[in-house]
Nanobody, 115 residues
Framework: VQLVESGGGLVQPGGSLRLSCAAS????????MCWYRQAPGEERELVAN????????NYADSVKGRFTISRDNAKKTVYLQMNSLKPEDTAVYYC?????????WGQGTQVTVSS
């Protein structure tokens, strides 16, 4: 199993970024995919998740209405569209899935929101 995130960077408050997570090594469409984030000195927190077929999504209250999770099962990729970014969204963002009681993580991608 491999998860590779991309798309992070530096953005001004109010800006947008789209993160991608390319998956391999498992039957992608069978599994829930998640985005987590971890800010310096804080615990890793769940940002959003999406079920295998993409019809069911959940979001942390802090990102509802600003972030959208989606997936393309043909491309084995999950996305996180982030709009109206705030400085408090600054964190390393990780892609995650759980397969038969084993949790897998990507290497993370840094998102910095600053003027």
């Amino acid at each position: 199993v491999q998860l590779v995130e991309s798309g992070g960077g530096l953005v001004q408050p109010g800006g947008s970024l789209r993160l991608s997570c390319a998956a391999s090594g498992f039957t992608f469409s069978n599994y829930v995919m998640c985005w987590y984030r971890q800010a310096p000195g804080e615990e890793r927190e769940l940002v959003a998740n999406i079920n295998g077929v993409g019809f069911s999504t959940n979001y942390a209250d802090s990102v509802k209405g600003r972030f959208t999770i989606s997936r393309d099962n043909a491309k084995k990729t999950v996305y996180l569209q982030m709009n109206s970014l705030k400085p408090e969204d600054t964190a390393v963002y990780y892609c995650n899935t759980r397969i038969t009681r084993v949790t897998y993580w990507g290497q993370g991608t840094q998102v910095t929101v600053s003027s």
